[in-house]
C-alpha cells in the first residue's frame, strides 16, 4: 500500500513537471499541434485526418510555417505508425518547431500517457501547447470544507489534497459581555443574543455558498469540519445555521485556538484522526518528525544535497525527503578533448535543458566542458535510497511544514537511522 502510495506521488511529480516544460515551450507562429486521442479512438482514423491537415497546410500563407506545420505533421504521423490502438487511458501528443534562443529552433516531439482517461478528441495549431485537459487531471479531486469560529469573528476555507485553501471570513458586532450603564441586564442580554444570531446566519449563509460554489460539490465534497471555543461551535451545529447540503456532510467539532486564517490550519491538526488516511496529515507528521529531531542534541536529521547525498551513500538514511518544487538535475560534464569530467548539481528552472547552460571550461586544458549524462535530482536520488532500503516522501509545499522543507532545506532532507557526523 505504502508503495503504490509512493508510486503515485512520483508519477504525479513527474506528470507535473512534464507539464511544466511544455507549458514554457513557445513557437513563432501557429505551429505547435496539440493532439489529443482518447482510448476508444481508432489510430486510422487519427491518421486519415493527419494526412488531410498535411493537404490543407498548402493554405497557409506562411513558407516558414507551413514547413514547420508539415513536419510536426510527419513527425506525429512516424509515430502513430507503432500503435495499433490507443493507450487504456488515451495519449496526448504534443509536437512541433521550438524556439530555444536567439535565432535556433527545434523540432521536438512528446507523446504523454495520461493518469486518467481522456474523454476528448482535439486537433489544435497554436502558438503553444494546449495542456488545459491534462492540467485538470491534477487537481484534487475531493475537497472539504474548514469552517473555525467564535462569537467575534469566523473564517473558512477548503482542504485540497495538500493544501489549505482560505476563501473568506466575517467579524461580528456581538457586544461584550460587560453591558453599557443604564441598560437592564435582561435586555442587554436580549440584544447580544439577537446579534449572535445575526452573526451564525451570516457566517451559515456566506460558507455555505462558498461551499456549494465548488465545482461538482456533490461528487468532491466529502464532508465539513467545523472548529472553534466551546460552547460556540456546538451552539452553530446544533442551530442548523448552515445549508443542509453542507450540513449532512459534517464530520465533526474540534477544539482550536485561533478563528482566523491561521484556525484553519489549527483546524487540520486537530482532526487529523477524522482524516486519517490524507496526505495532507501524514506528510505533516513526516515533517513533524524531521523538525523535532532537528532540535534534539542527539539529532538523527539532515538536509542539504551535500550531507544527504553523503548518509545516503553510507547507508544511514531511512526516511528521505524530498519537496515536490524541485526543479534540479544531476549531470556528468566531460571535456571532449582531454576526457576530464565532474558531476554536478544545476537548477533547470522551467523545463530548461541542462545541455543549453554554460559549464565554463576545462581545468586541465581550457577546452569547453559539454553534457555527458543527465538524470533528475528526484530520480538520481531515489535510486541511491533504494540501494539501502531507505524510504522516499515527496513533501508538497501546500502546507507549512512542506514549505518550510523547501524554503529552509532547499527541498532535501533526511531522517536517520543512525548518526553519522554528516
Known amino acids: 500500500m505504502a508503495e503504490a502510495e509512493h508510486g503515485d506521488a512520483r508519477k504525479r511529480y513527474e506528470f507535473k ?16 499541434i496539440s493532439l489529443y486521442i482518447p482510448p476508444d479512438k481508432q489510430i486510422y482514423d487519427v491518421t486519415a485526418q493527419l494526412r488531410d491537415e498535411f493537404g490543407q497546410c498548402s493554405n497557409i500563407k506562411s513558407k516558414q510555417t507551413r514547413t514547420n506545420v508539415q513536419s510536426a505533421i510527419s513527425s506525429i504521423l512516424s509515430r502513430l505508425k507503432y500503435y495499433k490502438k490507443p493507450p ?7 509536437c512541433g518547431t521550438i524556439n ?25 495549431c497554436s502558438s503553444n501547447f494546449e495542456l488545459e485537459p ?3 487531471m491534477l487537481e484534487e479531486k475531493f475537497v472539504y470544507g474548514l469552517l473555525v469560529l467564535d462569537r467575534r469573528e ?17 467579524t461580528s458586532t456581538v457586544p461584550g459581555k460587560q453591558r453599557k450603564g443604564g441598560q437592564s441586564s435582561v435586555r442587554f442580554q436580549r440584544l447580544r443574543e439577537i446579534a ?39 451552539e452553530f451545529e446544533a442551530g442548523s445555521y448552515l445549508h443542509h447540503e453542507v450540513q449532512k456532510r459534517l464530520i465533526g467539532l474540534f477544539d482550536v485556538a485561533y478563528t482566523n486564517e491561521s484556525g484553519l490550519s489549527e483546524l487540520v491538526d486537530a482532526a487529523k484522526d477524522a482524516l ?49 518544487r524541485l526543479r534540479k538535475s544531476r549531470i556528468k560534464v566531460v571535456c571532449g578533448a582531454c576526457g576530464y569530467s565532474i558531476e554536478k548539481t544545476v537548477e ?26 543527465e538524470s533528475d535530482i528526484v530520480d538520481e536520488l531515489t535510486l541511491l535510497a533504494d540501494g539501502s532500503n531507505a524510504k522516499v516522501e515527496i513533501i508538497s509545499d501546500d502546507f507549512e511544514e512542506g514549505s518550510i522543507l523547501y524554503s529552509a532545506f532547499g527541498g532535501i532532507a533526511a531522517i536517520l537511522r543512525y548518526r553519522t557526523g554528516f
Open 134 to 136: 491534462l492540467k485538470e
Open 196 to 234: 449572535i444570531n445575526e452573526f451564525y446566519v451570516k457566517v451559515g449563509e456566506r460558507s455555505s455558498n462558498a461551499f456549494l460554489a465548488e465545482k461538482d460539490f456533490f461528487e468532491r465534497f466529502k464532508g465539513l469540519l467545523i472548529g472553534g471555543p466551546s460552547p460556540t461551535k456546538e
Open 154 to 170: 469566523a473564517y473558512w476555507g477548503f482542504l485540497r489534497g495538500n493544501r489549505i485553501d482560505p476563501i473568506g471570513g466575517a
Open 276 to 324: 486519517k488516511g490524507q496526505e495532507v496529515i501524514k506528510e505533516k507528521a513526516i515533517m513533524d518528525r524531521f523538525l523535532k529531531e532537528l532540535v534534539k542534541e542527539e539529532s538523527l536529521a539532515s538536509y542539504g544535497e551535500a550531507s544527504v547525498r553523503k548518509n545516503l551513500e553510507l547507508g544511514a538514511v531511512d526516511i528521505l525527503l524530498l519537496s515536490t
Open 100 to 124: 530555444v534562443g536567439g535565432d535556433r529552433t527545434d523540432l521536438e516531439c512528446t507523446i504523454i500517457d495520461p493518469p486518467e482517461p481522456l474523454n476528448l478528441y482535439m486537433y489544435r
Open 17 to 32: 513537471k512534464v507539464l511544466e516544460r511544455l507549458e514554457n515551450k513557445e513557437g513563432s507562429g501557429t505551429e505547435l
Open 88 to 94: 487504456e487511458n488515451g495519449m496526448a501528443v504534443f
Open 348 to 373: 533547470t528552472g522551467l523545463g530548461q535543458d541542462p545541455a543549453s547552460l554554460d559549464h565554463g571550461n576545462c581545468p586541465s586544458c581550457s577546452s569547453p566542458l559539454g553534457v555527458n549524462s
